[in-house]
């Protein structure tokens, strides 16, 4: 009898390990999202008084100067995978533009090098010829100047100031005049504030000397510029600013997140996450500087990625810049940017398109299809209880009875959302249909839910590393 008690107690101690294991083995495999819930929350009726424009949901247009690839003939895989991005707003700008025309793809100026420097009309014609026909904005960067005009450190001989000038002119007559391409923003230099580092007031001059020949031959255009290379050169930023105050209709900057072989992700997302300082700065700036101007100078964050390295490399063609790109463009548009333009398009390495003979589309290319079709509008208040897992972003449309919010699972795993809105100003049926467009690892997708669903009390699910768009139609 007693045998048979020590036998039923290792049975039963047998029983409660094999449960206690299993328990732990339950645990183990269960899903992220059950560990670890999200609430977002948005308040319809609280403006924070910041817009999502096309303008914020552009792209810098590197292969522009080339006319096989983006004008006459042309690319036409090239040229639809770009129409499909819907690009807001198109920088069109590559550093090889001054180069000879005749011996460089990009190079738009003959004999760049001797006295006789002109700018290729032919080769310009049909580059421009059916390239980006779209509803993308156009803005055209003069990115440099002809090698013939250059001291030999990177600065325009001051005895070419004016001849620099008329180039530029030149060209808003051939594009906009002669061809009839209308284009509306126009951009003097690109990061020539390293070669100006310590003269920032002869950059001024420059840029308003060329100002003024370029509104001569086109009143109707925009001139801004300098496009600098470092956005965090405050009192350069306010010394051009002070110096073109009276004319600038722009002023433009660039950021790159800096990276190196330790670098994680967190860390990389981190840096997009706070990217839009700058555009706090600027917009600041130009209220002190020019008060009398302030509602008519734009600030235009026109080039922004992560810097490319043996860490990133891989990241730029998966979705880890399709994460980057989405908060760094929140953080612009929250610090008060007017205009944002990731670089680039399409190359070998940073690009939204790869640079292979079909320009297939990488993940962040689907990121401005879905915002620019479905995020414009006023910015709404709204919170996650965990930015470091999960990024939220909304806006409402005056003009249309849309409304619309982003969803950024940063965490590298899956989440659950629990979502809360007040003050609709019409209540949604639980059977009110939500569109949903999703990219991530798995692709890119669309579908729809109901609200009531969308509002469960066990949340939404998110996959790991994927942006989702979610689209109600309700006045």
Known sequence: MQMNLVTMKKLVSLIFYVFLGGIALFISIMPSSYAASITATIDWNNQTGRKATQLNYGLNAYQFTDPNTAGNPGNSNYKANVAFMKVGILRLHNTEQMNDSHSSRLGWVISPNTESYKWDVAKITKALDGAYNNNSVKMLNIANWPSYMDDGTGKLKPSMYDAYARFCAELVRIINIELGHKIPYWEVTNEKDDAYREDMSSLAAIFNKAYDAMKAVDSSIKVGGPAFANAYDYSGIEVFLEKTKDKVDFVSYHTYSLSNDKTTKTELWNSAAGIGYPDSFVSDAIKKIAPNRASVISAFHDEFNMERNNTTQKWLNDTTSLIYDALAIRS?????????????????????????????????????????????????????????????????????????????????????????????????????????????????????????????????????DTVTVFEYYLS
């Not at 414009?376 to 003009?399: M, P, Q, R, T």
């Not at 809360?420 to 949903?436: A, G």
Request: charged residues 15%.
């Open 332 to 464: 612009m548009i929250n610090a008060g940017s007017m205009g944002s333009m990731a670089w680039n398009e399409g190359d070998n390495w940073w690009g939204k398109l790869n640079n292979d003979s079909n320009w297939t589309k990488r993940p962040a290319s689907y990121l401005y299809k879905m915002l620019n079709e479905h995020v414009l509008g006023n910015v709404v208040s709204s919170s996650s209880s965990n930015n470091s897992l999960v990024e939220i972003f909304a806006i409402k449309s005056n003009e249309s009875p849309k409304k619309a919010f982003v969803l950024i699972n940063r965490s590298q795993r899956e989440q659950t959302v629990q979502l809360s809105f007040s003050n609709w100003k019409t209540q949604p049926l639980n059977s009110t249909p939500v569109s949903i467009y999703q990219i991530g690892p798995n692709g890119y997708t669309t579908g729809s839910i109901t609200h009531c669903a969308l509002m469960s009390s066990q949340g939404y699910s998110l996959p790991p």
